[in-house]
């Protein structure tokens, strides 16, 4: 029901844009996450964007550096990425829930539907 795509292999200090596509009218109901993955280790989350489009929160890591948005028209939702760096590389996952309160939007455990991934490689 969650498609990722936009990832791929970029230089340190370039940008890239994730989009996360969703199936159904079920979109504009829910809160959007993303999410990332490094080999061996756990999923930590990046940014979300409540149904609205006013509830946003985002990691510090990515702060400053991530925007996320989203088109409920389109059922999409976009992670602009820009000022990348090494560390950033991971699979990144896009992952949607409903009626997620603000204090659980960083949680992956708020999420019910999630998308395959999509690798985001940051190297020089």
């Known amino acids: 029901q969650l498609q990722a795509s936009g990832g791929g292999l970029v230089e340190p200090g370039d940008s890239l844009r994730l989009s996360c596509a969703a199936s159904g009218d079920i979109f504009r109901a829910y809160t959007v996450g993303w999410f990332r993955q490094t080999p061996g280790k756990e999923r930590t989350f990046v940014a979300a964007i409540k149904v609205g489009g006013a509830g946003i929160r985002y990691s510090d890591s990515v702060k400053g550096r991530f925007a996320i948005s989203r088109d409920n028209s389109k059922s999409t939702v976009t992670l602009q990425m820009n000022a990348l760096k090494p560390e950033d590389t991971a699979v990144y996952y896009c992952?949607?829930?409903?009626?997620?309160?603000?204090?659980?939007?960083?949680?992956?455990?708020?999420?019910?539907?999630w998308g395959q991934g999509t690798q985001v490689t940051v190297s020089s």
């Open positions: 992952a949607a829930g409903r009626t997620i309160i603000t204090s659980s939007m960083t949680s992956d455990q708020a999420y019910a539907y």
